[in-house]
Every structure is written in C-alpha cells, then in structure tokens.
C-alpha cells in the first residue's frame, strides 16, 4: 500500500495498525527509528514540563537528523498511524513533535509542503505548527495552541481548533474552515487568520498587530484590549465587543450584544448594521471612536463628562 492510495482514501475507516505495518514494511529505516524516537518522546513527556520537552527535542532530533534524516512524506505517514498512541495520556502533545520535524526540515529545504492528517483521530493534537514557516495542510481537527508564535508561511486546517489558536502569531496566512473555541488570535503581532465559521470569546483580546477575519459570528470581548491591528466580524457579535480597546479597527458586519466599546481607550470601530435601542457602554476616553453605518456616534458633539460616565449608558437609534 503506498502513501499516495492512503491518502485518497477516508482516513477513519483505515486501520492505523495496518498502516504501521505497510509503511515500516516499504521504509523500515528512517521511518521505523523515526516511530521509536517518537515513542521515547512520549515517554519522556510522562515526567516532564513541556518546556523541558521542547529542550529536549530540539537536543535530539538534529542528532537523529544527521543519521536518519525525513522527508515530509515521513511526517505524513507517522501522522496516519498516531492512532496507535491515543491511549497514552501523553498523546496530546504529540504536536510539539510533529511542529519539530517540520521546522528542521525547512531549514534543508524551504521550498517543501507538508500534509498533517487527524481527522481519524478521537483526541486532539495540541501545539500544532508550532514556530511555522512551512506550508501545511492539516486534515482533519487540531488541539488548542494551533500555530502557537507562526512566524511566515501557510496553514490551512481542515476542521476545527481549540482556544488559542494562533496565539502570539507574527507572520503568515491560517486558514480554519472550521469554529474556533475561546482567544484565537489572542497577543497576535502580525499575519492574517481567516476562521470561515464561528470563533468563541475573545478573538483578538490584546493584539497588537495582523488581521482577524471572521466569516461567521463571535462571541463575547471581541477586539478585547486590542492595540493594534483589525478585526473583520461577517456575521454577528456577542457582548462587549472592543471593550478596554486601546487601538486598532474592529468592523461588524452582524448585529452586535450589548455594552459596545465599554471602556475603550482608543481605536475605531465600525458597527456596518443598525439596531434600534442598542446599549453602548462607556468608553473610558475620547480618543476612540465609534460609527453607525458610516456615521460617527462617539463621541458626538457633546462629549461625555465624568457625571456621565458613572450614571448612564449612551443610547442610538
């Protein structure tokens, strides 16, 4: 069975067993130490903290480069046999192995693509892409910490993430066809992250550069102490979008919850669909602005005073 007849079948209902056994039977080198490396790993993270299991991968794996080096194909066939390892209560940070081998392998070759499968997996796989420079496709669902600190390339993920994707990305395109639990994009320094469904509370909370774009609806604290960058909601927002928002541009396309740019600092946003009645909170200063369907509503002319501030809410119809 070759890897190309794998990867055209629908992964759930082949046997990882069976997969492990084809492939070590046609490359029983590289990739057979490639699963025993893979298998120390997992032990050694059984009594560790996962600062000291990144440490040690980045110490051995260059070591068993050297003698045994991968190929991106390796790392899609050890992907289709993870499976095996579901039972051990280490598995999920099985991402900070695979983000490893395809982080040192585009410093031989940048120009190479690589295919992460998960979609025949029960748990979800943590940390993946980690540090990513790569262009990589992931079938299938991802843990939390999708692209944790991705510095260039692109991810498309087939499925959906957990909280924190993206967290501390700097550069490059991610791309989630799926929903996205609670903070992705959260620190975000720069890049683009296109979520094609839903993202949970707090897309964007204290970035500070990139682009957000969210093509279904958000939840609560959207923009959630943003200091730079924009947020592009298609659908509708929850409670308390921009709230603490100190700069940056947050556009809803939707209808959005209550307490609009509470205590916001600085920043615009754009509200592109009016609501009659709509609370907006009370933003801290004047220095932020707020817009209704291209017409500016904070502040207005009369400015909020402290007395203000304090007592009531502003209202627009």
């Known amino acids: 069975m070759k890897l190309t007849d794998l990867i055209d079948k629908e992964y759930e209902t082949i046997d990882s067993s069976t997969i492990k056994r084809n ?20 032990l050694y993270a059984q009594r560790t903290t996962i600062s000291e299991l990144e440490c040690k991968i980045e110490k051995t794996l260059p070591k068993f480069f050297r003698k045994h080096p991968w190929t991106s194909r390796n790392i899609t066939e ?33 120009e190479e693509k690589y295919l992460i499968v998960t979609k025949h997996l029960n748990k979800k796989i943590n940390a993946l892409c980690k540090y990513n420079e790569s262009d990589v496709t992931i079938d299938g669902n991802a843990g939390d910490f999708l692209c944790k600190e991705m510095i260039s390339g692109t991810v498309v993920l087939q499925g959906d993430a957990e909280t924190f994707a993206c967290d ?6 991610v791309t989630i066809t799926g929903n996205t639990k609670n903070l992705p994009g959260s620190y975000l320094k720069g890049g683009k992250i296109k979520i094609l469904k839903n993202a949970g509370y707090g897309a964007g909370a204290f970035s500070e550069g990139g682009k957000i774009l969210i093509y279904g609806n958000a939840e609560s604290e959207c923009g959630y102490e943003m200091i730079k960058g924009i947020i592009e909601v298609k659908g509708n927002c929850g409670d ?19 307490n609009v740019g509470d205590c916001m600092e600085g920043g615009i946003i754009y509200l592109l669909q009016n609501k009659k009645k709509k609370q907006l909170g009370i933003p801290s200063g004047n220095n932020g602005r707020i817009y209704v369907q291209g017409k500016q509503i904070f502040p207005s002319e009369r400015r909020v005073n402290d007395s203000e501030k304090n007592n009531e809410k502003i209202e627009y119809t």
């Open 168 to 173: 501390y990305m700097s550069g490059g395109i």
């Open 78 to 110: 050890l992907s289709l046999i993870l499976k095996n390892y579901e039972v051990d209560a280490e598995f999920v940070h099985s991402g900070y192995f695979l983000s490893y081998l395809i982080n040192h392998l585009h410093l031989v070759n940048s």
């Open 240 to 258: 308390d979008l921009g709230r603490l928002m100190k700069g940056g541009t947050i556009r809803a396309h939707g209808t959005t919850g209550e």
């Open 23 to 42: 492939v070590l039977e046609n490359n029983p080198n590289t990739f057979g130490k490639l699963v025993k490396e893979y298998e120390s790993f997992l």
